[in-house]
């Protein structure tokens, strides 16, 4: 079984950047595509950037530009570098890896973006 541990959330004030990390357990990690999601309270989650395994990205409109998604292989590592974060990213960020069927989720981490 895959485990997945997200770390790098907190609080910081409009304008500041974090960097998440989702650390996975086993081998399977370069195959799968990496993603980031994340779930606002009465929200529903949704996807904020994947990154496939051959190095392919995708951002929702409202990050592009100030995340990034990239991950290392030799460290079964993933990241979200997150600047310019604004009170509207405030969220649950959750990582998944994903290949076909395949599905495998993190606990979350909690992003507060507040003054």
């Known amino acids: 079984q895959v485990q997945l541990v997200e770390s790098g959330g907190g609080l910081v004030q409009p304008g500041g950047s974090l960097r998440l990390s989702c650390a996975a357990s086993?081998?399977?990690?370069?195959?799968?595509?990496l993603g980031w999601y994340r779930q606002a309270p009465g929200k529903e989650r949704e996807l904020v950037a994947t990154?496939?395994?051959?190095?392919?990205?995708n951002y929702v409109d409202s990050v592009k530009g100030r995340f990034t998604i990239s991950r290392d292989n030799a460290k079964n590592t993933g990241y979200l570098q997150m600047n310019s974060l604004n009170p509207e990213d405030t969220a649950v960020y959750y990582c998944?890896?994903?290949?076909?069927?395949?599905?495998?989720w993190g606990q979350g981490t909690q992003v507060t973006v507040s003054s």
């Open positions: 990154l496939t395994s051959g190095g392919t990205t």
């Open positions: 086993g081998s399977i990690f370069r195959f799968y595509t």
């Open positions: 998944n890896l994903q290949k076909y069927s395949n599905v495998y």
